[in-house]
């Protein structure tokens, strides 16, 4: 797995974000730019790429999961979510190299399109609100980023609102804070909370559970499990002083 030399603290001080850009967030900044000019140039690319749990769940698009955080809703929208892949992706791919990072990424992006879709099936206003609704846009692999930040640079400085130094550790809980109370109010101009909080589960999902091999745990569990029960049905022992009279097969 390819790494890069980290930023040094001076440096980081010394200078305006993270440092020079890597090589897949400078491919998914691109791929980013590319698909928005897209969508301005091309109708209806918003309505068959963007995230429309409707249409996942049952005409069966099942490439809008994917395809939706390529997707903006605007100048600013893409402004904001690149600036912020930039800042928060570069020392994490420097720290976990291209593969894993790549990984990660899509897997906070899909798992924020996963809890649209699951919260989109609630009954009453708050699902359907979000069932008829396409959903666009970077933010929910970037809340996965910005989770992942926080855990590897707890104590980092992040200027909220470009004004307030806050530990990076405090600063994601009150982000997960607001995109859980503004989920609640479902979809707004396209861009949904949910997401946000998707990413940001996923994110922690994935980093403190899914990477400890739980299925594997609970596999070899399960093997020791029948192994000691064919032991006893055929009466198999591991041997011993007090053995030798027992029949052994």
Not at 75 to 82: K, Q, S
Not at 107 to 134: C, K, Q, R
Not at 191 to 201: I, P, Q
Not at 233 to 246: A, E, L
Request: charged share 15%; proline share 6%; aromatic share 16%.
């Amino acid at each position: 797995m390819p790494r890069y030399p980290s930023s040094s603290p001076r440096t980081l001080a010394s200078q305006f974000g993270p440092g020079p850009i890597t090589p897949v967030i400078k491919l998914l900044i691109w791929t980013n730019v590319a698909c928005f000019v897209v969508s301005r140039l091309v109708p209806g690319v918003v309505d068959y790429l963007g995230l429309q749990p409707k249409a996942v769940l049952s005409q069966w698009f099942v490439w809008q999961p994917v395809t939706y955080m390529f997707l903006h809703a605007g100048v600013f929208h893409i402004l904001f979510n690149m600036l912020a892949l930039w800042m928060f992706g570069v020392e994490l791919e420097r720290l976990w190299g291209r593969t894993f990072f790549l990984k990660y990424y899509f897997i906070t992006g899909i798992g924020a399109a996963v809890t649209t879709m699951l919260l989109s099936l609630f009954p009453g206003e708050f699902g359907g609100a979000m069932w008829d609704s396409v959903t666009v846009g970077a933010s929910g692999a970037i809340y996965g980023l910005l989770l992942a930040y926080a855990l590897y640079f707890p104590d980092r400085p992040i200027y909220m609102w470009a004004l307030f130094p806050i530990p990076a550790k405090y600063f994601v809980l009150i982000m997960g804070a607001i995109a859980f109370m503004s989920s609640i109010g479902g979809n707004q101009g396209g861009v949904a909370n949910s997401a946000h909080l998707g990413g940001l589960v996923f994110g922690y999902l994935y980093l403190k559970v899914w990477r400890t091999r739980p299925l594997a745990e609970v596999k070899y569990r399960y093997v020791r499990w029948r192994m000691n029960r064919l032991r006893r049905k055929f009466d198999v022992h591991t041997g011993g002083r007090n053995d030798w009279d027992r029949h052994v097969h």
